[in-house]
């Protein structure tokens, strides 16, 4: 239970995974960057509804195109609060408004410290903790991206995540002695338990973690290595099922976190299409909803709306754009 307040959650192989160690896992770290740097560098604009045309002069653009505040662009903190969002469940950044209600800047709030609540009528609102206790806060003042359901995909997929690292646990143990199995030494004379231990001292000084050396053995002993078993030699095509599962956790493209056994020319460029409608669109659905109900009034949002610039992510099918 202790662990399970700190992010960390057991899973059936002993390991408990949370957002640190689930992202020292190659898959979870490319797939973590991978869309939250992607919608990072979307730009994003304020347009009329009318005539389509950015609203440049309204304070609420600058806040999603250009910077959120003085030491934060507006592309670095949705980067932070979408990384948020799939290692914590949701970002949250508070919105800091003039006198007159106008919004000036966007400050993340750290995940722990933010916790959702409801009024009887299903009204949210947010206490944040702070140095001297916490503070209730207006949904209208808390910008918060989620994650499906409300879960980290690192939650959801702790499973495969963890047995993920068992299988990069294993496949390191088998290599670590300069990639060689181990093996028995055999002498045909009896040897009492101080020559043992000496023998196997200066065989694993000599060979241990080394490549390239030379081994030596006297009085008709014998080295006989242990073959890879059955297991051993299935460890690779394990790692890379591994891949595949934690790729639909976080509904990547297993082309996109660098799975190539099954990609070609073809279905890699379809998958990059893929990538955007299957991955990024929901986020981004979100994004613009989270930065209108904050940035905009009930009024403003009758005739503007906030959207990510998504030409570069469309431009992928290459046929189609040569027939055109």
């Known amino acids: 239970e202790a662990l399970t307040l700190f992010g960390m959650v057991p899973t059936s192989t002993g390991l408990s995974i949370g957002p640190g160690n689930a992202l020292r896992i190659p898959a979870v770290a490319c797939a973590v960057s991978l869309i939250s740097e992607t919608i990072g560098a979307l730009p994003t604009k304020l347009y009329d509804r009318g005539t389509k045309a950015a609203l440049t002069n309204h304070p609420a653009y600058r806040l999603v195109h250009d910077e959120a505040n003085e030491w934060t662009s507006a592309a670095e903190l949705r980067e932070k ?34 916790q959702l609540n409801h009024e009887p009528d299903g009204e949210p609102y947010y206490l944040v903790s702070i140095d001297n206790g916490q503070v209730r806060m207006s949904y209208r003042d808390v910008l918060r991206i989620e994650a499906f359901g409300g879960v980290s995909p690192v939650n959801l997929g702790r499973e495969a995540i963890a047995l993920a690292q068992r299988y990069e646990t294993h496949v390191s143990n088998v290599f670590k002695n300069g990639g060689r199995p181990s093996g028995f030494i055999s002498s045909p004379k009896v040897m009492d338990i101080k020559a043992k231990l000496k023998l196997a001292a200066s065989w694993f000084k000599t060979h241990g973690g080394n490549t390239g050396e030379t081994g030596i053995l ?14 051993d030699a299935q460890a690779a095509e394990g790692r890379i099922e591994q891949t595949r599962k934690i790729a639909r956790v976080f ?27 299957i991955t990024l669109k929901p986020w981004l659905t979100d994004w613009a909803w989270a930065y209108a109900r904050v940035l905009l009034t009930p009024e403003e949002r009758v005739g503007a709306y906030i959207e990510a610039v998504t030409d570069d992510l469309l431009r992928t099918d290459t046929a189609a754009r040569a027939a055109a």
């Open 81 to 114: 609060l979408t990384c948020d969002a799939l290692l914590h469940g949701a970002g949250h950044a508070q919105v800091i408004r003039l006198d007159d209600g106008t919004p000036y800047e966007l400050h993340r709030l750290e995940p722990g410290k933010v």
């Open 218 to 231: 006297d009085e008709g002993m014998t080295y006989t290595p242990v073959s890879m078993t059955l297991v």
């Open 251 to 277: 509904r990547v493209p297993p082309t996109m976190l660098f799975e190539l056994s099954r990609g070609t020319w073809s279905n890699t460029e379809e998958m990059a299409r893929q990538f955007y409608s």
